[in-house]
């Protein structure tokens, strides 16, 4: 019995893939030539490695683009998010000016910013309709955002009948600020989820743009076996990986410089033109309400620019690397946090060996620093910190160090969100700061190739582990 297939189209542009391969490997036969052992080899490898590339380009042509289309709209929907609460902002500061000068520029100025906050969010009910759990967050954020449309238009109403003064006392009565704040947490569990969901898609975007990348190392591979050159083409592609890595952190630094010193700036803009009718009509306790919100501004934008400038140089700056002490170090950079230790009467131990390891000392004394101070500052309100550092080998392979914490701790979802740049999970009011701390930290770490990972639960206290390869220690 013969189990012969007949033909099948089906088959067919398998068929021709097998005949190209076959022909690929096939060698002339001439008499009394015999190719080079070495020949036959490369041209083998060097075929093997571009069929592997044409298998990685067939992947990457299909992953990639979906990839970096889901990453693009997430973006978007962090983009709209912003501009809601930007919309938001800019309409209490109409009400605000409002109140204060009866104009109705501004009164015409919040209606128009309110119609600008309604179609934001009929924008990300659009954007997330795929997203059940961010259309619930929606549906908790919609009825707020129309109280605080509600309260405003009473605002309005109140100064349009003729009692600017009564406008003015409900504005500072604290309702209005306190439902925005409300808003706020709102929106940043929306935007913490969508944070989320991007550290996911962007590990697949990378993934489909490492299948790139390997496409272009094994072609390139194939090339230099053939000539000899192997190590160029390793060399060549540690350049463009190194050039990859520069570019998404150049991105970061961009998209987050763009979006928050926008809020201060605007502030700045914003009260000077209340300041300057304030002084046309004499008003001092106005005047002197404008130079202290632009004043707070001002301080605002500068500690974001001082943070951008320190998040810049932790990924720029050349690295001073030499032989350390762990416990020495970490003794060092605990002597300078004295005063802030003694202010919050908290207690720091240290259980950590004289372990030599190879570090830039000021990146890797930062490093501690601000982790210590992130416990210090997160510490519960009716307790003093408690903050036990300790050092350890482990499994012979590694050194991690841990700085553990008696503090408010955090939800085990945001363990990725904390470290990227001016990511805060509370309000400015309850914990002062820009949120670069762990931003640093992290940048630090990825640049000596450690690994900085935090456990934590909320309400339990914070452990960061700082894990230093063996290569790294002496």
């Not at 069929?51 to 990639?64: C, E, G, K, Q, R």
């Not at 510490?379 to 408690?386: G, N």
């Not at 914490?405 to 904390?418: F, L, R, S």
Request: overall charge neutral; hydrophobic content about 45%.
């Amino acid at each position: 019995m013969s189990f012969a297939r007949k033909s099948d189209h089906r088959f067919r542009p398998i068929e021709a893939a097998a005949a190209a391969i076959r022909h690929l490997f096939s060698f002339p036969q001439v008499e009394g030539l015999r190719l080079p052992r070495r020949a036959v080899t490369q041209a083998i490898g060097s075929g093997t490695l571009l069929i592997l590339a044409a298998a990685a380009a067939i992947f990457a042509s299909i992953s990639a683009p979906e990839a970096e289309r889901w990453v693009a709209h997430t973006y978007e929907v962090k983009d709209e998010a912003a501009l809601l609460v930007r919309t938001l902002v800019d309409a209490e500061e109409g009400v605000w000016a409002y109140s204060l000068t009866g104009k109705v520029e501004y009164r015409e100025r919040s209606k128009g910013v309110c119609e600008d906050a309604n179609c934001a969010l009929k924008k990300l009910r659009s954007l997330t309709s795929d997203n059940p759990s961010q259309q619930l967050r929606l549906d908790a954020l919609s009825p707020l955002v129309d109280r605080k449309f509600a309260f405003m238009g009473h605002v309005i109403s109140v100064g349009e009948g003729g009692s600017r003064q009564d406008a003015l006392a409900l504005v500072q009565n604290g309702e209005g600020l306190s439902l925005m704040e409300t808003i706020r947490g709102k929106i940043a569990d929306f935007e913490s989820e969508e944070d989320r969901l991007l550290a996911i898609r962007e590990q697949t975007a990378a993934v489909a743009r490492h299948w790139l990348l390997g496409l272009a190392l094994a072609s390139l591979a194939g090339a230099v076996l053939s000539f000899g050159a192997f190590f160029k083409g390793i060399a060549l592609a540690h350049a463009v990986q190194y050039l990859y890595i520069a570019n998404e952190r150049l991105t970061q630094f961009a998209f987050v410089a763009a979006h928050d010193l926008q809020e201060p700036l605007r502030k700045i803009v914003s009260f000077s033109k209340l300041q300057r009718e304030a002084f046309a009509t004499s008003n001092v306790e106005e005047v002197v309400h404008a130079s202290n919100v632009i004043q707070a501004s001002a301080l605002r934008a500068r500690q974001l620019v001082d943070d951008l400038l320190a998040f810049c140089r932790t990924i720029n700056d050349p690295q001073q690397l030499q032989d350390l002490d762990m416990r020495e170090e970490i003794e060092c950079a605990l002597n300078i946090l004295s005063a802030a230790i003694n202010e919050t009467g908290s207690e720091i131990t240290v259980d950590a060996p004289h372990l030599g390891f190879r570090a830039d000392r000021i990146q890797f004394e930062r490093l501690i620093q601000n982790l210590v101070s992130n416990a210090i500052k997160y510490r519960k309100p009716d307790l003093p910190a408690k903050v036990h550092i300790s050092a350890r080998l482990i499994d012979k392979n590694a050194a991690r160090i841990a700085i553990a914490d008696n503090g408010i701790g955090i939800e085990p979802q945001y363990a990725i969100v904390i470290f990227e740049p001016f990511k805060r999970l509370h309000s400015k009011s309850s914990y002062p700061g820009t949120g670069i701390g762990l931003a640093i930290c992290k940048s630090i770490a990825d640049r000596h190739g450690w690994e900085l990972s935090v456990d934590s639960q909320l309400g339990q206290g914070t452990t960061f582990f700082i894990t230093i390869p063996r290569s790294a220690t002496l």
